[in-house]
């Protein structure tokens, strides 16, 4: 089992940046894949961006490519997304991922699901307003 934690969320004006952070420990070498996802309210979880263990593999969402950029650091067991000019339609709460289902990485219907993940940290709350 891999625990994550999340930080950095807060509340933005329109056009700002914020850079979210989620630290990892526990079974880490299971994990093949980390993602984030975000969730509006009365909605379901929503695949934002994500990347293979290998590095060979990052995948981002059409709606936020341009603005959001998924990053690790290896030496600290953290992955990044730092999101640029912000909308107010990027308001949610946002969480970190990890499965070790080798399937993310080939099919978009098994990466955006999030019951394919088994790993997930308690969400970081994103509010992006005037």
């Known amino acids: 089992q891999v625990q994550l934690v999340e930080s950095g969320g807060g509340s933005v004006q329109p056009g700002g940046s914020l850079r979210l952070s989620c630290a990892s420990s526990?079974?880490?070498?299971?994990?093949?894949?980390m993602a984030w996802f975000r969730q509006r309210p009365g909605t379901d979880r929503e695949f934002v961006a994500g990347?293979?263990?290998?590095?060979?593999?990052?995948h981002i969402v059409d709606s936020v490519k341009g603005r959001f950029t998924i990053s690790r650091d290896n030496a600290k067991n953290t992955i990044y997304l730092q999101m640029n000019n912000l909308k107010p339609e990027d308001t949610a709460d946002y969480y970190c991922?990890?499965?070790?289902?080798?399937?993310?990485?080939?099919?978009?219907?098994?990466?955006?699901?999030?019951?394919?993940?088994?790993?997930w940290g308690q969400g970081t709350q994103v509010t992006v307003s005037s």
């Open positions: 991922a990890s499965t070790t289902n080798r399937g993310v990485s080939l099919s978009w219907a098994i990466r955006s699901r999030a019951a394919s993940y088994g790993d």
């Open positions: 526990g079974s880490t070498d299971s994990s093949v894949f």
């Open positions: 990347f293979s263990k290998s590095g060979m593999n990052t």
